[in-house]
């Protein structure tokens, strides 16, 4: 079984910043890739970055340049950076695990409001 266990979500103005950080437990590896997605209300659950075993990341369009995401393999722990947060960045954010075979883990969420 995989636990996944967000964290740094908050109320924060346009232009602030924010680390989100997703920690990992269980039956994991640091080969897994891992992501960062969102879901602001009435809208669908869209990818914000991922990030492979070996570092490679993809970002979403809407956040290049604004956010990073990285993983500490030895704390199983997945980071997200958010700098110029924008109101459009409100949304729930969660925390994925693909373990491979088609099995997902995913978080609970975090709250992360932008106010304007």
């Known amino acids: 079984q995989v636990q996944l266990v967000?964290?740094?979500g908050g109320l924060v103005q346009?232009?602030?910043s924010l680390r989100l950080s997703c920690a990992a437990s269980g039956s994991i590896f640091?080969?897994?890739p891992m992501g960062w997605y969102r879901q602001?209300?009435?809208k669908q659950r869209e990818l914000v970055a991922g990030i492979t075993g070996g570092g490679?990341?993809?970002y979403a369009d809407s956040?290049?340049?604004r956010f990073t995401i990285s993983r500490d393999s030895a704390k199983n722990t997945v980071y997200l950076q958010m700098n110029s947060l924008k109101p459009e960045d409100?949304?729930?954010y969660y925390c994925n695990l693909d373990r491979g075979g088609g099995v997902?883990?995913?978080g609970k969420g975090t709250l992360v409001t932008v106010s304007s």
């Open 90 to 92: 409100t949304a729930v």
């Open 30 to 32: 640091s080969i897994n």
């Open 104 to 106: 997902y883990y995913w």
């Open 40 to 42: 602001a209300p009435g």
């Open 14 to 16: 346009a232009g602030g």
């Open 6 to 8: 967000e964290s740094g």
């Open 56 to 58: 490679r990341t993809n």
């Open 63 to 65: 956040v290049k340049g």
